[in-house]
């Protein structure tokens, strides 16, 4: 399948992902793979006695779970050419060990750029826990394809292969 070129995106579209618990199993991973060992998020008993009273998730991985459901949404599959930044990120709630989460997507910006196989998409982004709480919000800007560049790129790969 093949993602969507930026024209075929229109400012004020909203998609919503499928969801995705957020297991111990996940934050341990994290916490090795980031480096981050803060107590709040491997040490249950430390957790425990503070204001929150569990352990959470990490709010990076919070972000890095965002990239993922969007992913799943297809979205740009082979037409998103790079990130090009995150801004005016939020984490509004904690995400907890057992939340189940979604994203809901919602185009501000779609535009092509003065290169004729480029545009640039931006979309908010809310992660959502199964309350439906906004535990995380930000805008994310992509640099996807246009439906030129991807034609090109289809033709490119035809006579490479």
């Given at each position: 399948m093949t993602g969507k070129c930026?024209?075929?995106f229109t400012v004020g579209e909203v998609a919503v992902s499928p969801g995705r618990t957020v297991t111990e199993t996940d934050v341990?991973?994290?916490s090795w793979v980031s480096g981050d060992t803060n107590p709040m998020h491997t040490d249950a008993e430390y957790s425990a006695r503070s204001p929150l009273g569990q352990r959470i998730a990490h709010g990076t991985?919070?972000?890095s779970i965002v990239t993922g459901l969007s992913a799943r949404l297809g979205h740009l599959d082979g037409t998103a050419i790079a990130a090009l930044g995150v801004d005016e990120w939020r984490f509004e709630k904690p995400i907890l060990l057992g939340d189940t989460v979604?994203?809901?997507?919602?185009?501000v910006e779609a535009r092509t750029t003065s290169r004729p196989d480029r545009g640039v998409l931006v979309r908010r982004m809310d992660l959502l826990?199964?309350?439906g709480e906004r535990v995380q919000t930000?805008?994310?800007t992509t640099m996807v394809l246009t439906r030129a560049g991807l034609a090109a790129k289809t033709d490119e790969e035809r006579r490479t292969s």
């Open positions: 930026i024209e075929d341990v991973t994290y991985l919070g972000m979604t994203l809901r997507t919602t185009v826990n199964q309350r930000g805008l994310m």
